[in-house]
């Protein structure tokens, strides 16, 4: 069987990974920005760190990635001469909202967006985009407490328009969200939530987990209107368990562990819960509260 002739052969960054340029062209502080180097690395991933700033002594490395806010014509180019002929990337969010909830977008930040997808089309690369690849402002984890507070969901929105608007024809491949079920694993790193309460912390997480799946909805409902071309998408960390025997209680074990991660991807492509996540969520005792229209704006927006 042979790929299709236009099939989009390419390859994939992340702004926290290769941008750089962290306190430049007016661009604000995020959580992947504070994510260290080395042994401290996953307690701030997990939200057991609450400094929410830079330590002395410490290896940042989102300052400044592969320096690609300076030297993306160059990298771009590189991509071209490899045949590639799409390009995954994200936005920072704090380069276009540095703080999140300003009613009005950084231009300088929009230009610099602008000035990159200008270049991938020079060279016939379609840019797929990833709308947040684990960004949240600092002020947004400050201020609200990271998407565990459903204003967020406003926020997003707010990112959502100004996007879809200023690149109507330049982009028209979104993804909502990056790894959307890292939230039950790395809670800071994925929704910018700190875990002060262990007691509530799971209950936090499905909460913030809820929020974000409103906000998937929301940016593809939103994509359409705008622009009936753009095609969202959404995206998982996957991976099979497999089972440690044949011995039926492993088998369903695994089972259960793979619909752990499954279920974000049931819900955005689907449109609701499926059963055995609200049977999770009611024994857990971490049912989100959900508000009226929540239902449907899930099951109407896939």
């Known amino acids: 069987m042979g790929f299709p002739s236009d099939f989009l052969w390419g390859g994939a960054t992340a702004a926290n990974q290769c941008e750089g340029g962290y306190n430049e062209g007016g661009r604000g502080l995020a959580n992947v920005d504070i994510t260290p180097h080395g042994k401290n690395r996953f307690p701030v ?57 300003e009613e009005e977008p950084n231009e300088e930040g929009l230009k610099f967006y602008e000035d990159v997808f200008n270049e991938c089309h020079k060279y016939g690369i379609e840019p797929l985009v990833t709308i947040t690849h684990f960004d949240c402002p600092i002020h947004l984890i400050k201020e609200y407490g990271g998407w565990k507070n459903r204003k967020l969901i406003n926020f997003y929105e707010r990112l959502c328009r100004t996007i879809f608007t200023r690149f109507k024809g330049q982009v028209k491949y979104w993804l909502t969200f990056n790894e959307i ?69 492993d088998v369903w074990k695994s089972i259960q562990s793979d619909r752990e991660g499954y279920f974000f991807i049931d819900v955005q492509a689907r449109g609701y819960y499926p059963r055995y996540a609200l ?15 929540d239902e449907a704006l899930l099951k109407e927006n896939t």
């Not at 330590?55 to 400044?64: D, H, I, T, V």
């Not at 071209?80 to 380069?95: D, I, P, Q, V």
């Not at 999770?280 to 009226?292: I, K, S």
């Open 45 to 101: 991933m997990l939200g057991l760190d609450d400094s929410l700033d830079f330590y002395e002594g410490e290896f940042y490395p989102a300052k400044e990635g592969i320096d690609f806010y300076h030297m993306y014509k160059e990298d771009i180019k590189l991509f071209g001469e490899m045949g590639f002929k799409t390009y995954r990337m994200s936005l920072a969010w704090t380069r276009i909202y540095p703080n999140g909830d």
């Open 181 to 249: 079920n890292m939230i039950l694993h790395l809670p800071f790193m994925g929704a910018g939530l700190l875990i002060e309460d262990e007691t509530i912390a799971l209950k936090d997480k499905y909460q913030a987990i809820h929020h974000e799946l409103i906000a998937s909805a929301l940016a593809t409902k939103i994509a359409h209107e705008i622009d009936p071309n753009n095609k969202v998408g959404c995206m998982l960390a996957a991976g099979n368990t497999y089972p440690y025997t044949c011995n039926p209680e």
């Open 279 to 293: 049977k999770l969520m009611e024994r857990e005792g971490t049912m989100p509260v959900m508000q009226d229209g």
